[in-house]
């Protein structure tokens, strides 16, 4: 477990992935299996890779609901929720619209 985690820094984010997945797999009901959730999702919410943290942070809060990462988790949701709506909002504001005659 702790090598997994001191790994994060300069490692490929798959291969960290990989093996909090493979600590998540042998503990997937205790504290080292919470952790291990938690940091797949958070993983995938520092790459803005916000679909896949979303659908993590769902089932982290499904198989460990008393976490004591369920702050930070509703936090980063939050954040993510800020982040879309910022993205809409840029969108809209930048579209064109085209019409193509005939």
């Known amino acids: ?6 790994e994060i820094e300069g490692r490929s984010a798959i291969v960290v992935q990989s093996k909090f997945r493979d600590l998540l797999g042998n503990h997937g009901s205790d504290r080292i299996g919470d952790e291990a959730l938690y940091y797949v999702g958070r993983m995938y919410y520092d ?7 979303r659908v993590t942070f769902m089932r982290h809060r499904e198989k460990f609901p008393d976490s004591e990462f369920a702050p930070t988790i509703q936090s980063l949701e939050q954040e993510m929720q ?3 709506a910022e993205y809409k909002r840029w969108l809209d504001e930048n579209r064109t619209t085209s019409t193509i005659s005939k």
Do not use: C, K, P
Not at 47 to 53: G, K, L, M, P, T
């Open 82 to 84: 800020r982040s879309d």
């Open 1 to 6: 477990y702790e090598a997994s985690r001191s």
């Open 47 to 53: 790459v803005r890779a916000y679909h896949d943290a």
